[in-house]
């Protein structure tokens, strides 16, 4: 390889960094990091994906599409609530952007 290889350094948002408007890029990203929480607090309890729907209130095909990461499928409001169904504590800091 000859030649120098750019390296662009990205934010702390990866949606922002892929061209979404900021405020889209940040709901994205709240609505990614729940989205990762509650899937990773299922896998670790050892519930079947039909046993953590029935937890949270909701149908096995819509656990599903948590899993599957259909971020589209899934409002910030939504998230919130199927967290604290799984026993999971929400909480949001805000400042001023950089």
């Given at each position: 390889?000859?030649?120098?290889?750019?390296?662009?350094?990205?934010?702390?948002?990866?949606?922002?960094?892929?061209?979404?408007?900021?405020?889209?890029?940040?709901?994205?990203?709240?609505?990614?990091?729940?989205?990762?929480?509650?899937?990773?607090?299922?896998?670790?309890?050892g519930?079947?994906?039909?046993e953590?729907?029935k937890?949270?209130?909701?149908?096995?095909?819509?656990?599903?599409?948590?899993?599957?990461?259909?971020?589209?499928?899934?409002?910030?409001?939504?998230?919130v609530?199927?967290?604290?169904?799984?026993?999971?504590?929400?909480?949001?800091?805000?400042?001023?952007?950089?």
């Amino acid at each position: 390889m000859s030649g120098k290889v750019k390296m662009i350094v990205g934010s702390d948002n990866v949606f922002r960094d892929i061209g979404f408007a900021g405020d889209e890029a940040q709901n994205l990203l709240l609505r990614t990091d729940l989205m990762i929480a509650i899937e990773r607090y299922i896998r670790k309890s050892g519930l079947s994906q039909t046993e953590a729907a029935k937890k949270l209130g909701i149908t096995q095909p819509r656990l599903s599409d948590l899993f599957r990461h259909r971020i589209e499928r899934f409002s910030l409001d939504a998230l919130v609530i199927l967290a604290a169904k799984a026993g999971l504590s929400v909480r949001m800091s805000v400042r001023k952007a950089a």
